[in-house]
């Protein structure tokens, strides 16, 4: 893609990459879900793969509602983290499933920060751009992401009390 000329190719762009951003984070969760040794903590990752595939698909009707190219663009800002979430939470996990299920927590919360970062910069750009249906759509995704991350912090404090 070349250089964005206009904040509407902004916006695409930044929908795109979330796309993108989602299906990594999809993959990642399921593959973490499938370490953690809470209930409560699979129950929440689990719930987790749905919203985000919801948030997914906001963002396809968006793009194409918006005349976009309804395809994801790569985004490297989650290849990042998803390296990160699987090296501490599969790969070099801690042996104790409480060790490993606050790390998992914490990874998770990092990816989910990304999302937060893009949908809200989305949710600006539509406002901007007077499209005020996108922006409620989007607003309302940041609002479910802060909900999850809120979930995971108060598991997270029951986890780490159980780990230490």
Not at 13 to 21: F, G, R
Not at 119 to 126: D, H
């Given at each position: 893609m070349s250089a964005p000329g206009s904040l509407k190719e902004i916006y695409l762009?930044?929908?795109?990459?979330?796309?993108?951003?989602n299906d990594q984070m999809v993959r990642a969760v399921q593959q973490l879900g499938g370490q953690v040794s809470d209930a409560k903590l699979k129950q929440m990752l689990d719930h987790a793969v749905g919203g985000i595939q919801k948030h997914t698909d906001v963002l396809?009707?968006?793009?194409?509602?918006n005349g976009g190219e309804t395809k994801p663009e790569h985004c490297k800002g989650m290849e990042g983290l998803v390296a990160e979430a699987l090296k501490h939470g599969v790969k070099e996990a801690p042996g104790d499933g409480k060790l490993r299920d606050v790390a998992i927590i914490a990874q998770y919360q990092r990816m989910s920060h990304y999302g937060l970062a893009g949908?809200?910069?989305?949710?600006?750009?539509?406002k901007a751009l007077g499209r005020t249906?996108?922006?409620s759509r989007l607003k309302q995704a940041v609002d479910e992401i802060y909900k999850g991350d809120e979930a995971a912090s108060r598991l997270?404090?029951?986890?780490?009390?159980?780990?230490a």
């Open positions: 762009d930044e929908m795109q990459d979330l796309w993108s951003a396809k009707s968006l793009i194409q509602a949908f809200g910069s989305a949710a600006a750009y539509a249906e996108d922006a997270a404090e029951a986890v780490e009390r159980a780990a």
